[in-house]
């Protein structure tokens, strides 16, 4: 059983930035690789950002690369995604995923091992 902390989701302006953070917990000697998908209503979850489990790689979507930074806590199962430059497109809700093995920009949703509950990220004027 692993168990998620989800954070900082909300309402933002677009242009606005914010940053979303996520612990998981429950594998003691386990290092997951770690990352964000999102799902927009109407569609289905896609791939936003990963790290390796040595937090050395990162893999971004297309659609936030140079506007989204994830990282994290090497040590531990704590990721962090910095959102800039929001735009309305970006609305939706986040879901924080870890894997036992990789997360890429070809992991399929149906693929990943473990998911956070979600925290809804809406942009909007």
């Not at 059983?1 to 933002?12: A, D, N, P, T």
């Not at 986040?94 to 809804?120: I, K, M, N």
Request: charged content about 20%.
């Amino acid at each position: 059983q692993v168990e998620f902390v989800e954070s900082g989701g909300g309402l933002v302006r677009p242009g606005g930035s914010l940053r979303l953070s996520c612990a998981a917990s429950g594998r003691p000697g386990t290092r997951f690789a770690m990352g964000w998908f999102r799902q927009a209503p109407g569609k289905e979850r896609e791939f936003v950002a990963a790290i390796s489990r040595n937090g050395i790689i990162t893999y971004y979507a297309d659609s936030v690369k140079g506007r989204f930074t994830i990282s994290r806590d090497a040590a531990k199962n704590m990721v962090s995604l910095q959102m800039s430059s929001l735009k309305p497109e970006d609305t939706a809700v986040y879901y924080c995923a870890a894997d036992r093995a990789d997360l890429g920009s070809g992991t399929l949703a149906s693929e990943v091992d473990y998911w956070g509950q979600g925290t809804q990220v809406t942009v909007s004027s």
